[in-house]
């Protein structure tokens, strides 16, 4: 009789024993370490613009100016080197010099801003572009350039764009 409670218990106590072993030498592979995407990786490229919209800031009246002043010519590249870190900027076209057309370029915060508020492009250490969207599954990449006076917003202008070719097949000009 002890016998058989002894082999009652000591059975399932080993089978435990034994999937608690095979178990513990399994290795979970969970991957190499991957460096976090950055807004570089989503704002890099060369863009087209679709529209260019004027926003009367004191008015709150806006006016589309993506035909006038050949603003629909307007195309910006914004490069990365081949750490994925900003380069260069270049824009393109006949539109009116509202933002520099050629320096460098960094993001204000290279990821997104933890306490939901916009990101903002910096180029030439100066000039900020608020980024209104950022390209993710829509491929499309909106900035706002504003102008103010004794910092009172009077004027701002949203370009909407769109990548490339160019921009698809590499992001990376130097």
Same mark, same amino acid.
């Given at each position: 009789?002890?016998?058989?409670?002894?082999?009652?218990?000591?059975?399932?106590?080993?089978?435990?024993?034994?999937?608690?072993?095979?178990?513990?030498?399994?290795?979970? &592979?969970?991957?190499?370490?991957?460096?976090?995407?950055?807004?570089?990786?989503?704002?890099?490229?060369?863009?087209?613009?679709?529209?260019? @919209?004027?926003? *009367? &800031?004191?008015?709150?009246?806006? $006016?589309?100016?993506?035909?006038?002043? *050949?603003? #629909?010519?307007?195309?910006?590249?914004?490069?990365?080197?081949?750490? +994925?870190?900003?380069?260069?900027? $270049?824009?393109?076209?006949?539109?009116?010099?509202?933002?520099?057309?050629?320096?460098?370029?960094? $993001?204000?915060?290279?990821?997104?801003?933890? *306490?939901?508020?916009?990101?903002?492009?910096?180029? +030439? #250490?100066?000039?900020?572009?608020?980024?209104?969207?950022?390209?993710?599954? +829509?491929?499309?990449? &909106?900035?706002?350039? @504003?102008?103010?006076?004794?910092?009172?917003?009077?004027?701002?202008?949203?370009?909407?764009?769109?990548?490339?070719?160019?921009?698809?097949?590499?992001?990376?000009? &130097?």
């Amino acid at each position: 009789m002890r016998k058989h409670l002894l082999t009652k218990l000591l059975v399932p106590l080993l089978l435990v024993a034994t999937n608690i072993l095979l178990i513990s030498c399994n290795t979970v &592979e969970d991957g190499g370490y991957v460096a976090p995407i950055t807004l570089y990786e989503k704002v890099a490229g060369h863009w087209m613009v679709n529209s260019v @919209t004027q926003t *009367d &800031e004191l008015e709150s009246t806006k $006016m589309p100016i993506t035909d006038l002043f *050949d603003f #629909d010519t307007f195309g910006i590249n914004l490069s990365v080197d081949e750490n +994925n870190n900003p380069a260069n900027f $270049m824009v393109e076209g006949n539109a009116p010099a509202i933002i520099p057309v050629s320096g460098t370029w960094k $993001m204000a915060n290279p990821f997104i801003n933890s *306490d939901g508020s916009s990101a903002d492009i910096v180029l +030439n #250490d100066g000039v900020h572009l608020t980024l209104t969207s950022v390209p993710g599954t +829509n491929p499309v990449l &909106e900035f706002k350039f @504003t102008r103010s006076q004794n910092g009172k917003p009077f004027v701002s202008y949203t370009y909407n764009l769109t990548p490339t070719a160019m921009s698809a097949t590499s992001s990376n000009n &130097e």
